[in-house]
């Protein structure tokens, strides 16, 4: 679908503008740009609105500004007589994502990383992210600034929730603060916290007292804290009173026999396949979980692609990977699903049974990409991925977006505003040129509405291909 009359849209621009200066398109990006009017009507389109409720059919959405004025049926909807109108039949509409493990920076083939401030936002935004929580930075400066630039409209991406520096122990890769104790901690906190980050990742390696030292300086700030962890239990970091937990059952060693405290304990995994998701140890972690209110975000995609027997990596990820990193992800991915490294299947299906038993206990699960690792998860495609992902642990399609979407906003307590098809949101909406339920992927999304303007999302994938992993 192509609705961009460019003139049109030169001269909407103003008037947006007065509306909200998080809607304004300030540099010449038109050829990005499928759909932007005052108001907006996207008609007959299937929609999942994001709260888990069924799919309903024919409803007609209207986009006034950057807020969704109405949504409802198409037969007793009143499209206003200036609207630009969408016809939909045949599509589906969902919640812009929440992407919340989304990095903006990328590692991947061998040993390489890089800054994505141009590539990854646009592929984020592409792929029907709207809003993303970085989750540890490499380039706590590059974030702050790149928030800026994107909510200045100079730059296309999504709505962004940076973070600090990652904090780990003594141990950990040479671009986190590797801490000394819990001073360190609260310095290291008290600085970036002022200087303006929304939320800090703790890492594999710290030590309970750094970690409550971290979370205590942060909640003194009004910001967040969430963990990949090892040394420490998921028990542990709910006491401490940590806000999030990252890669559900792959980062909990707490159910290791020989775990000790402050230690992390090689191979913690290896034996969870005999795991029981319904005793009484994963029932306790879940209880503290829920009963703090600490919600567990999904990566299921960055342990896929280590998983032996997986089918191979869409092609579509080669793609728009710069060639020679490429090259390097394809035999990585080959090799390391054939033999060392590869992470046993019967691990991983139980890590999708983990998910699944702390959403049926009441927990709140929400998603994200990691594009880390060695890279076969690249930023908005991993998103995509994840949606598969979560279909095949089983849960139903209206769970699985409300998982990506008004999951995450809830964890970032932005609920309010976006995470869901409603009346009265900022309307970011994703369309996808199918059935949805029938196709069971998200690669059709071909308009991403952020803030109430409507990206082409193939021309920003086309605008990236081959410089993804490099800039
Ligand atoms: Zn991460």
Redesign the pocket.
Same mark, same amino acid.
């Given at each position: 679908m192509r609705l961009h009359p460019a003139a049109a849209v030169a001269t909407l621009t103003l008037a947006v503008l007065a509306i909200t200066p998080a809607s304004t398109v300030a540099q010449d990006f038109d050829e990005f740009v499928a759909v932007h009017a005052p108001v907006i009507a996207l008609t007959h389109a299937k929609v999942i609105d994001g709260t888990g409720a069924p799919a309903m059919s024919d409803q007609t959405i209207i986009i006034e500004g950057d807020r969704i004025s109405a949504v409802g049926p198409s037969g007793s909807a009143r499209v206003p007589a200036n609207a630009e109108v969408v016809d939909l039949t045949g599509h589906t509409v969902i919640p812009g994502l929440v992407g919340l !493990?989304n @990095?903006s920076y990328y590692t991947g083939g061998n040993g390489r990383a890089a800054q994505l401030s141009f590539s990854g936002s646009r592929l984020y935004l592409a792929s029907g992210v709207t809003t993303i929580r970085t989750? #540890?930075a490499q380039q706590p400066y590059t974030e702050l600034n790149l928030k800026q630039e994107i909510d200045a409209g100079r730059v296309i991406g999504p709505t962004m929730f940076t973070t600090g520096p990652y904090l780990t122990g003594e141990q950990g890769p040479s671009t986190m603060t590797l801490l000394e104790g819990p001073d360190q901690a609260r310095r290291v906190v008290r600085y970036w916290s002022e200087e303006g980050v929304d939320w800090f990742?703790a890492y594999t390696w710290i030590s309970r007292a750094e970690l409550g030292a971290a979370i205590e300086e942060a909640h003194r700030h009004g910001v967040k804290v969430t963990a @990949?962890l090892c040394s420490v239990g998921y028990r542990e970091a709910v006491a401490l009173g940590i806000d999030n937990l990252? !890669?559900g059952l792959f980062a909990n060693s707490e159910y290791d026999p020989n775990k000790q405290p402050d230690d992390c304990p090689s191979g913690f995994r290896n034996d969870y396949a005999a795991l029981d998701v319904n005793g009484p140890e994963v029932q306790a972690t879940f209880r503290d979980m829920i009963d703090n209110g600490v919600a567990m975000t999904s %990566?299921l995609v960055?342990y896929e692609i280590s998983v032996s027997g997986r089918p191979p990596i869409d092609e579509r990820v080669f793609d728009v990977l710069a060639p020679e990193i490429a090259e390097e992800v394809r035999a990585i991915s080959i090799a390391r699903r054939a033999g060392r490294g590869a992470i046993d299947p019967a691990v991983y299906a139980k890590a999708l049974e983990y998910e699944r038993a702390f959403v049926a206990a009441g927990g709140l699960l929400a998603a #994200?990409v990691?594009? %880390?690792g060695y890279g076969a998860a690249p930023p908005g495609f991993g998103d995509q991925r994840n949606y598969e992902l979560l279909l095949e642990a089983g849960f139903t399609a209206p769970e699985v977006v409300q998982i990506m979407s008004l999951n995450g906003a809830k964890v970032l307590g932005i609920e309010g505003e976006t995470g869901s098809v409603e009346a009265g949101k900022i309307a970011d909406l994703v369309v996808i040129d199918a059935d949805l339920e029938a196709v069971g992927n998200l690669h059709d999304t071909s308009i991403v509405f952020r803030h109430g303007i409507g990206w082409d999302s193939p021309k920003l994938i086309e605008s990236v291909r081959g410089i993804v992993g490099i800039r």
């Open positions: !493990h @990095h989750t #540890g990742k @990949h990252e !890669h %990566t960055v #994200g990691d594009p %880390t």
